[in-house]
């Protein structure tokens, strides 16, 4: 069982930076695959980046890549996001989330079903 709770969001102008981070509780964070996920008004929820357990692989998705930087801290017990660049379209409510799942190339994370638990929000809005 994992628990995970989002903090960092808020507003910024565009070309700015935001640190998103998500907490969690449970002993099976350090063997989890991570990622974030990022869900717009009128949208369906989509990918935005993930990293395996130890941190030695991370996958972005296009849109963000170039930009934003997913690490952990094992010790913990949190994920990160890092966007910088920020544009109005990266306006969304980001949702952390962990996947039970193991033993695939990260690039297969990208699916909300590979994940089993989510966090409850944070919202990121990029002004123009």
């Known amino acids: 069982q994992v628990q995970l709770v989002e903090s960092g969001g808020g507003l910024v102008q565009a070309g700015g930076s935001l640190r998103l981070s998500c907490a969690a509780s449970g002993r099976t964070f350090s063997s989890s695959v991570m990622g974030w996920f990022r869900q717009a008004p009128g949208k369906e929820r989509e990918f935005v980046a993930a990293i395996s357990w130890n941190g030695g692989s991370t996958y972005y998705a296009d849109s963000v890549k170039g930009r934003f930087t997913i690490s952990r801290a094992n010790g913990k017990n949190t994920v990160y996001l890092q966007m910088n660049t920020l544009k109005p379209e990266d306006t969304a409510v980001y949702y952390c989330?962990?996947?039970?799942?193991?033993?695939?190339?990260?690039?297969?994370?990208?699916?909300?079903?590979?994940?089993?638990?989510w966090g409850q929000g944070t919202q990121v809005t990029v002004s123009s």
């Open positions: 989330a962990a996947s039970s799942r193991r033993g695939y190339s990260i690039s297969y994370y990208t699916r909300l079903y590979d994940y089993g638990y």
